[in-house]
């Protein structure tokens, strides 16, 4: 069984950044980044390919998010830059081997950490 522990979330204002790390307790194919606002469905968010680092991201954060990792660690990260309001969501670190061109579905994922909280204000 997967085991994944997300941190790094909080409050921050509207144009700030935050940086949000999830460990990651084996090597997975993909590991990706989700979020949750209240009465919305679970979307993806950005999503790495282990191997190639081949990356993908929703069109809502493109050009202001990046995923990345820390092999090493075992450790993916997501910096979030340019924060907005409607960024406001529980985040959810996920693992899995989801080959699919459109990795960014919640339903192709098999494991997932507790989630972290990132609240933006006006």
């Known amino acids: 069984q997967v085991q994944l522990v997300e941190s790094g979330g909080g409050s921050v204002q509207a144009g700030g950044s935050l940086r949000l790390s999830c460990v990651v307790s084996e090597y997975t194919f993909t590991r990706g980044w989700f979020r949750q606002a209240p009465g919305k469905e679970r979307e993806g968010v950005a999503v790495?390919?282990?191997?190639?680092?081949?990356?993908y991201y929703s069109d809502a954060v493109k050009g202001r998010f990046a995923i990345s990792q820390d092999s090493a660690k075992n450790t993916v990260y997501l910096e979030m830059n340019s924060l907005k309001p409607e960024d406001t969501a529980m985040y959810y670190c996920a693992a899995g081997t989801v080959y699919e061109s459109n990795p960014l579905d919640p339903q192709l994922w098999s494991f997932w950490g507790q989630g972290t909280q990132v609240t933006v204000s006006s």
């Open positions: 790495i390919r282990s191997a190639s680092e081949t990356t």
